[in-house]
Each structure stands twice: as C-alpha cells, then as structure tokens.
C-alpha cells in the first residue's frame, strides 16, 4: 500500500493506494474517531459491486451506515439531487459529528461532498474512488460540487476529505471507455508539471492499458503526489491550482453543450488538451516536437483529439466557456504550456483563435452527435 499526505495544516489527510483497501473501509474510519451514524453515497453502477462490501466493513466496524444510491451519470450531480440526499440524512438523522462516504467515480464524489459541505453547516466527508480519473483527480483536493443547466460545477465549495482510500480492485469492473477517460487526467500531470512522468506515461503506456497493478500504483501515487503538492501550495485557486484547468475551460464548455451525455469528461478534456497544446504552440513558444509527442500519447491511448461543430454548436461552446470560472472581465483565460513539464495560467486568448484552434484539429466526421 502506498500513502500520500496532502499538507493543508489541521485539515491534512491521507490518500491510502493499494489493493483490498475495501474491506479495510471500517477500520479505517474508526481510526478517525468519526460519530456512529453515517451515510454511503453511490450509483447505481458502483452500487451492485461494491455498496455491499462497503456497508458490511463499516457495520462491523460499529458503525450505522444508510445507503443512499443515485442515478448513474453526470446528470446526477444536480440541486434536486443534493435535495434528495439531505432528506436522506435527515431520516437517518446524522448529526455534526456522522459523516458522508462517498463511493464511485467523480460524480458521486462531487455531489458527496457538497452533500457533506452544507448538511448540518458541514460534516466529515470520506472518498473512496472507484474510477481511474476519480482516484487521480477529482477525490484529491476538496473541489465539491454541482451542475447547473448553464455550466459545469458552477455551485460547490472548497471541502477536505478526511480520507481517501483508492482500492485498485474495484478498477477491474470499469469499463474499457471509463478506464481510458480517466488517462486523459493522468497525461495531464505530466504536461503541466513533470515531463520525466510525461516520459515514464509514453513508455509505460501498454502496461497501463493493461492495468498492470504495479505500474497502476505507481502512476496513481505520483498523481496524487502532484496534486497533492500544487493544492498544499494553494487550496482554494488564488494562484498555481488554476493549471490543473489545463484542457478544461474548452473541456467543460463541450461537456455542458452536449447536456453532459456526449463525452465521459476524459474525452471532453483530451479535445480541451490538445486544443491548449495547439494553442501553446502558437501563443507560448511550445516546439512542435513537443506538440507531436501530447497528440501521440492521447492517440495511443485511444482519446479523442478533436470534435466537428456545427455554427451553431460553435456559437454555443463560447456561451459556455464565457460561464467557466476562470472568466475575469469577460476574457476567457487559458492555461498554457511553454513545453511539456511547463505551464502558466491566466493567459488570455483571442476568441477567433481557439475557434480557428478547434477547426484546424477537427476530425473529418463528425464524431460525437450532440
């Protein structure tokens, strides 16, 4: 088992890595001296895997778990769902000090823990993350949240877990497609802030593809450790969070315009990260070797590098990034690359060039209908 400890002062917390974590579940929650009664969020995917083990590790434990199962997909991460939890919670009556588990990919994650921020003015929040992506994005660092029609994640809050526990077994239920969005996460890592990772991911890639166990538990701990070393720095994106956006600004926007059902978020933000590559290449002095070698490795690892949009598609995908969080003034800002390992954020980016961005890395067919 691997650990990797995110500094954040009283609020620091362990990310645990290893296999037959699950079953550990209860055991390590006691050590956290949580209040008996707590509630399990999952979906219903995730939820006939493993809710059961889950529920079991925690009542022999000692403690009083409820399930509360929502519907799977992006979809969930709504006000009306956030609603329906809290009536959940309050039958169950938790109280200041029970606690919110959150059990499957990002979505469960996000709404979980905006569940756990505002029920009760915030009770503890656990994540186990069943997802690639989840397990070495979302879970890590506090960003809880919702959707609203307009955009992704537009209402949430800042919100530490108390623990994070990613039991590589429960990726051998992911599917093929959920299993290659959450690379897009990992790629990024090593574009925005390792390139001998970025390297390692270009070698390592088969075995990855693979799931091979040792290379998984390597990459996922030094995401972790990446993540968890930029958010000690600066937890609430005043500053260098903002390049864990790379990709996402274009990303966000696809996803929300196609109603969240087109694109997993992986594939969203692979078209958003090599759009911001090409834009590096134009804007940020990134070489074109550089360039060829992020488009290669999104290719090979089965990703999509960009999306045909209609007029009317395009016209809306602006709308929404004019929504995205990063907006100041009503300027979009990018994060950019000036070569693999190397970013700045705050870069601002001339509407007619991401449009003419996007044209040039279209695909001939139109690939995803929305």
Known sequence: MRTVRVPLGNRSYDIRIGSGLLSRLGAECARLKLGTRCAIITDTNVGRHYAKAAFNSL?????????????????????????????????HRLERKSFVLALGGGVVGDLS????????????????????????DSSV?????????????????????????????????????????????????????????????????PRLLRRDRATLTAVIARCCEIKAAVVG??????????ILNFGHTIGHALEAISSYGSFLHGEAISIGQIAAAALSRQLSGMSVRDFERITELFRRAGLPGGVK????????????????????????????????GKVDWGQRVPPETIARVLADHAPAKRIFQF
């Open 233 to 242: 720095r600066d937890e609430t994106e005043n500053g260098q969070r903002a």
């Open 113 to 136: 823990g905006f569940v756990a921020a505002t029920y009760l003015r915030g009770i503890a929040f656990i994540q186990v993350p069943t997802t690639l992506l989840s397990q070495v």
């Open 59 to 91: 009542a022999r434990s000692g403690f009083e778990p409820a399930l509360i199962i929502v519907p799977a997909g992006e979809t969930a991460k709504s006000l009306k769902s956030v609603q329906d939890c809290y009536n959940r919670l309050a039958l």
């Open 309 to 340: 949009l209609t007029a009317v598609q395009r016209k809306k995908l602006f709308s929404a990034m004019q929504l995205d969080k990063k907006v100041t003034a009503g300027e979009i800002k990018f994060v950019l690359a000036r070569r693999i």
């Open 141 to 205: 660092g506090g960003k809880v949240g919702v959707n609203l029609k307009a955009g992704k994640n537009l209402v949430g809050a800042f919100y530490q877990p108390r623990l994070v526990l990613c039991d590589l077994d429960t990726l051998r239920t992911l599917p093929d497609r959920d299993y290659r969005s959450g690379l897009a996460e990992v790629i990024k890592y090593g574009i925005i802030y390792d390139r001998p990772f970025f390297c390692r991911l270009e070698r390592d890639l």
